[in-house]
């Protein structure tokens, strides 16, 4: 099973921030969307930076309530992580846990095409677990 699986599923929006915006901005998107993470690109969809709430977290945690006017691009993750449709998810697991963040952008043809949360992966393995156990008692059932 890849990555294309679950976008087929979730679809392939993706909200994106601009790097001039406040963290206070970025908080209330992620409230809004009720999501954990904002991807920062180009005017070319090319994938910049990505901003979790973590790193909201830690900055209000290191400089007080003012962090919340410092700009995104200040503070955003600029060594990217992303993988492709074609990637299997137990891979990108793999990936997620080796490297500890929670959000993978996808990239097609080296624009934005979606986004992995560790949530949609966690979907995705507990429902293919459960055809699994179905599968083995049809088979139980039946032998
Ligand atoms: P998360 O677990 O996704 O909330 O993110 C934890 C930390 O990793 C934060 O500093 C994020 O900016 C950073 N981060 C999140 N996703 C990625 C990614 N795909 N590539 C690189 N860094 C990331």
Redo the contacts with the bound molecule.
């Keep these: 099973m890849t990555v294309r699986a679950i976008l087929a599923l979730k679809g392939r929006d993706c909200v994106t921030i601009a790097p001039d915006a406040t963290l206070a901005e970025a908080a209330r998107l992620l409230a809004k969307q009720k999501i ?2 904002l991807v920062i690109t180009g005017p070319d969809r090319r994938v910049t930076g ?6 909201i977290v830690s900055t209000v945690a290191a400089h007080g309530e003012h962090a919340l006017a410092q700009q995104v691009a200040g503070v ?2 600029r ?4 993988c492709t449709e074609d990637e299997t998810i137990p891979n990108l697991m793999k990936r997620m846990t080796a ?7 996808v990239i097609d043809r080296g624009k934005l095409a979606g986004i992995i949360s560790i949530g949609d992966v966690v979907k995705h393995r507990v429902a293919e677990l459960e055809r699994e156990h179905e599968a083995l008692r049809e088979y139980i059932a039946t032998a």
Excluded at 79 to 82: D, G, I, L, S, W
């Design positions: 954990g993470a990505i901003l979790s709430e973590r790193d955003m993750t060594e990217v992580v992303t490297g500890r963040f929670r959000h993978v952008p």
